[in-house]
Each structure stands twice: as C-alpha cells, then as structure tokens.
C-alpha cells in the first residue's frame, strides 16, 4: 500500500466510517477519536495491509474499540436505559429518531452488524471478516437486530397510539 | 383422501409437522376448494404452511454445533420470511408466496412493513469534520507505545544516572566525588604524602573514572635517577585495614611510589594497568564503550547522548550548551519540558 493509496482511503472512507462510529457510539468527538486512531494505525501498517483489504481493516479496527468501550461503558449505559423509558409523546413521534434510541440499545454486536449491513452494504461474509463472525452467525445477528427495531417500533406505535 | 370427517386431524397433524409434502398439497386443495375453512386467516398459528414452503436454509444452521442463541430454529416462520424479504434474499417464486401471504394477512402486512422500516438509511449529511489531518506526505509514524516507552526509558536512565557514585549535582548537593576525597583525606595514612606523588594515587580508582595524567616531557639526554631500592621507605601500616576497601587502598599503595610508579602510555588503555574490577563495573563500562564509544564518558556526556537519542526517537526538542565563562563552566541541557543547568569553577 503506497501513501497515494493511504491518502485514497482517506477521502473515500473517513465519512462512512465516522458515521458508522457516531452510530455506534454516540458521541461526536469520541467517533473522530477512533476514525483518526483506525488511520494512524493503518499508516504505521502501511506495508503490511493491502490496499483492497483497507477498507474492512478500517472497520475492523473502528468496531474493536467500539466494543472495548462499550465493555467499559455497559453498566453506567444499561442505567441511562432505565431512565429513558416512557419519555415518548404523540408530539415526538419521529420514526427516524425512534430508530436511533432502537440502535443505541441493541447490544454491541448487533449494532455493528446492523449497520455495516445498511450503511455500508457489506455482504454477510465481508461483515463476518469485519467482525470476527461466521457468515451463520451474522445471518442470526441481523435477524434479532431487525426483530428487536421492528418490536420497539411497534411498542412505540402503541404507546403512541 | 381429506374430507369433511377427516379434515380436522389433517390440520393437526399438519401444525403438528406431521404430513409429507403431498398430504400437505392435498390439504392446500382441500382448503381451497372448500371456502368455508378460509376461517383459519384468523389462526395463523394453524396456518405456517406459507412460511415452511419458503426455502429459509440460508438462515438454518450449517454447523455441527451452534449455540441456541445463535440459531433461528425456534422463530416464527412469518419474522424470516419478513427478514428475507426485507434482507432481499427471496427467489422469485418465493416473492410470489410473500405477496400471496401479505394480501390474504392485514397483520402480516403490517408486520412485513414494520421490518422494512427497520432498514437504517444512511446519514449522508454526517462527515468527518477536517479529513485533510488524516492526510499524510510520507515519513515515518512512531506509535504511542514507542514514545511511552521511550519516556519510561528517559526516566529510568535518570534514575539510574542519579544512583551512580559519580552521579552529577544537579540540586545543590556536596559532589560525591568531593565527599569521597575528604573521605580518603581523613583516612589513616600509611606513609606521608609529598609533592611528587601524583594525584591518582591518593583516589580510589575502582570507584570513578581515572584520571587522565598527562607525564611531563623529558629531556632526551636527561638522566633519570637510579633509584635505590635498599633506601625506598618501607611503608607502615599504624592500623588494621577496616574494610575491603581499606585493605585494597594499603595494597596499592606501596606499588604507586613515585619512584616505581608506570605512568600509562598514550597508546595503553587506561584500564590495563587497573587493579581488578567488579563485575558491576566491568559491565558499566563495557556499556559505555558500547553506547557512548567512551569506556568512562563524562556525566554531562552521557547526559547528552542519550537525551539527542530520546530527542531523536520522539521528535522532542533537544538543546545542550556548554559555556565558560572565566574559571566557570555552565552545561545546559533541555529536553522537551524538562531542563537542567549545572555550574562549576574549574
């Protein structure tokens, strides 16, 4: 991989992976945070990852410390929660924002799988190299991330009326 | 052959799983020849006959193993067939079952759209502020680990520079080199000292870095004294040494006499002529020969080495300066935010 390549990666693949982890963390600057570790660490690897493996080596690293952090944040996040519920109105109702509060409490997993999956149209195989799964597994991970979105929207179309 | 008498124990033996495929084709006759059994749109749990005949394999398990969180085994087969119509993977003979089942089914429908609204649209408005820092020209990155170790490296050596006997006086303290001299002074001496002895002999060799000594020129015709080895003194030991160090400084003396005393050629290491060294010492100095190219560096060039190699690894600002002013010497030495400065009178 040459520095031409680097900086090619670059421009085509800092916004899809910076949503990708404002999605996954919530958190502007945190999601930067990771974007320019995720570089830095495939600048000092420049000779040894491949310029058509850059992308999923990008995500893969991006997904890693999202994890980790998530591991670290699970208990304070698991009580943030709680103290969501109910805060839903007829005036509020937004789909797309209900969507978002849906994601956000998808297990870590999930969420990655889910949104590599619609963001960034990765096939199960190439999610399965991303995340470490088995093309099974991602099949099964889609499958309840989906379920838990569709069944949280229900809920919040009943409690909307 | 299904009848009306024998239609009920088909339909439980079918939710039941129990019927070949060509009983189950005989009931989907049956029920749709015979309208008044359309009543079961209302028992969907009765009816799975549209979900099984979709091909769901590419979401069974294909392991010999699969933890049960990680199957679909016990889904409902309406939720797959919503999955797989939402994750596009359906053929196209079973999109037609799908769009049979979505019509004759209001709640499938809505089910079927709900999942479809699952389906996260990308936020194209969201990008990363300032790609250009990303950007690189060349050069070569060094990882944050290295620049921790590399600190954790400085410090050490500042710490080990520090234990050294012959440690510098950066914060006021009495030299050590002093103390051990007026040590040395108030030892009990076996013989007088005179003008001609040279200054090596009254100091502990083993312990610092020598001296250079630098042997007055001689006159080619001079005749240098025999000396008369029946009048060389004899020294006198008044006290029993007290130590190891004390038994090793009365057996060097007698041999560093002025008279008999070999002064080291330019061309002789220094430490040939040493008395044996310790094996902490052997190495100490086999490092500085090895890191510095000078087996007895001085402190302030040990100190400079290794901070322009910190300085170096980790592009942190690296000065040193050396001044005299008079009978006054000023060594300075900036590394990154730390800084020293040492005064000393010649």
């Known amino acids: 991989m040459t520095v031409n390549d680097y900086n090619s990666c670059v421009d085509a693949f800092a916004d899809g992976l910076f949503r990708f982890a404002v999605k996954c963390t919530s958190d502007a600057e945190n999601a930067r945070d990771l974007v320019q570790e995720a570089f830095a660490k495939l600048w000092t690897k420049i000779h040894e990852v491949d310029a058509v493996k850059a992308k999923s080596y990008l995500f893969t690293t991006v997904n890693n410390a999202v994890i980790d952090q998530s591991r670290r944040l699970q208990h304070r996040r698991k009580f943030e929660n709680q103290l969501e519920v109910g805060s839903v109105t007829t005036e509020n109702f937004d789909l797309k924002q209900h969507l978002n509060d849906a994601l956000a409490r998808l297990p870590e997993i999930q969420k990655s799988v889910i949104l590599l999956r619609d963001y960034e149209g990765y096939s199960y195989q190439e999610i399965g190299e991303i995340t470490g799964l088995n093309e099974q597994q991602v099949k099964v991970y889609i499958f309840r991330a989906r379920k838990t979105l569709k069944e949280y929207l229900t809920n919040i179309e009943l409690l909307v009326g | ?61 294909n392991n010999v193993f699969v933890p049960s969180e990680l199957t679909l085994e016990n889904e409902h087969p309406y939720d797959l067939m919503a999955v797989a119509a939402v994750e596009n993977l359906l053929t196209s003979d079973e999109k037609v079952k799908l769009n049979r089942e979505v019509k004759q089914n209001p709640s499938f429908e809505k089910q079927l759209s709900t999942y479809q609204s699952t389906v996260l649209k990308s936020e194209l408005e969201v990008v990363f502020p300032n790609p250009k820092v990303l950007k690189r020209k060349g050069g070569r990155t060094i990882p944050l680990t290295l620049i921790g170790l590399s600190s954790a490296a400085a410090i050490a050596f500042f710490i080990w520079i520090k234990t050294q006997p012959s440690a510098p006086n950066f914060i006021g303290k009495k030299p050590i080199e002093k103390e051990q001299n007026d040590n040395l002074n108030t030892r009990p001496n076996t013989r007088p000292k005179t003008q001609e002895t040279p200054d090596f002999v009254a100091k502990d060799l083993t312990k610092k870095s020598p001296i250079k000594f630098i042997p007055e020129q001689k006159q080619e015709n001079e005749i240098l004294p025999i000396p008369n080895i029946a009048e060389t003194p004899t020294p006198k030991i008044d006290l029993l040494p007290e130590n190891d160090a004390q038994k090793e400084d009365l057996a060097l003396q007698p041999e560093q006499t002025p008279e008999n005393v070999q002064l080291p050629s330019a061309n002789t290491s220094d430490y040939a002529a040493l008395p044996t060294l310790t094996p902490k010492e052997f190495i100490v100095r086999k490092s500085n020969e090895f890191i510095f190219g000078n087996p007895a560096p001085s402190d302030e060039e040990k100190l400079s080495s290794f901070s322009k190699a910190v300085a170096s690894t980790t592009g942190m600002d690296f000065e040193v300066r050396r001044s005299q002013k008079g009978s006054a010497s000023t060594f300075f030495l900036k590394l990154g935010f730390f800084s020293i400065e040492r005064k000393k009178s010649v």
């Open chain 2, 1 to 61: 052959m299904i009848n009306e008498h024998n239609i009920e124990a088909f339909l439980l033996d079918y939710a039941e799983g129990r019927l070949s495929a060509e009983q189950v084709t005989a009931l989907m006759v049956y029920l749709a020849q015979h309208p008044e059994w359309q009543l079961l749109d209302e028992l969907p749990s009765l009816r799975p006959e549209t979900a099984e005949s979709v091909d769901f394999s590419f979401l069974k398990k």
